[in-house]
């Protein structure tokens, strides 16, 4: 009986021994229901999902429409906007002047006019230097471009037709076809002449309008001379007959065209 049992335990150390050091399984193994594959490789895990809608609430603003990308989102945005949540809207200039509409105080500018920050046409003449061929200390050729109402160019006494000039300039070589004078009530030209010139020398002005019956602007008092656009960087009112012992001019006013050559040049 004691044989018996030593060779039971002989023979359950030696399964032991053998379960221990021969080959494991390759197939599948079942475990509650489940079928697991043993691999070399280990698997990437699934992507997990996002654990919140990024399209709600819509983050596009102005009407966009979000769409959502796994974990990120991207927006449609509607015309007139940009940016990632279509935040920033679009910049129209319909006038093509350089100033958005929101800002222009003078829409339907001309193509290529030079404006000022409103989107109004450029005045030339303002704050640029003038002469004259006579003035009164008090009031310098210069006043008739400084901008304001309360300030006016004065010429020396003149005989009934003794001829009287004042100019400005320009600074550069624009195509202008516009100028604006402003008369000083009862003192203005009867006669006059709007001149312009490349370099302002003499023998180089050119006439691009008169005017032989002036009334001093009318009830207004202003003068709006068009007339075909030309390329100069001087411009002249040459006064030849006078309303008055003396010329007064508040404010003169020079534009330029707005053809398509109406930029700032400099003169080669």
Request: glycine letters at 12%; one cysteine or more.
């Amino acid at each position: 009986m004691r044989i018996l049992y030593l060779f039971s335990a002989i023979a359950i150390i030696i399964v032991m021994i053998v379960g221990c050091t021969g080959e494991q399984p390759t197939g599948p193994l079942e475990k509650s229901g489940l079928t697991l594959q043993k691999s070399s490789n280990v698997a990437s895990p699934s992507e997990p999902e996002c654990p919140i809608s990024l399209c709600d609430p819509n983050p596009c603003l102005n009407g966009g429409l979000c769409t959502e990308d796994g974990c990120s989102y991207f927006c449609e945005c509607p015309p007139g906007y940009s940016g990632t949540n279509c935040e920033i809207p679009d910049v129209v200039d319909s006038d093509g002047d350089g100033v958005p509409d929101e800002s222009d105080l003078c829409s339907g500018t001309p193509a290529d006019t030079p404006v000022d920050a409103n989107g109004c046409p450029l005045n030339l003449a303002l704050s640029k230097t003038a002469t004259a061929s006579s003035s009164k200390p008090a009031h310098p050729p210069g006043d008739a471009v400084d901008g304001s109402d309360g300030t006016h160019w004065r010429s020396g006494t003149l005989g009934g037709t003794d001829r009287a000039w004042w100019r400005v300039d320009l600074g550069a070589v624009y195509n202008i076809d516009n100028v604006v004078i402003d008369w000083s009530g009862s003192y203005y030209a009867k006669q006059y002449q709007i001149q312009v010139s490349f370099t302002g020398a003499a023998g180089t002005w050119e006439t691009v309008y008169t005017n032989t019956a002036g009334d001093g602007g009318g009830i207004d008092g202003i003068d709006d001379v068009t007339f075909p656009a030309t390329d100069a960087r001087h411009v002249r009112i040459l006064m030849t007959q006078h309303n008055e012992p003396v010329e007064r001019i508040n404010e003169v006013e020079v534009y330029a065209s707005g053809g398509e050559t109406a930029m700032v040049r400099t003169r080669q």
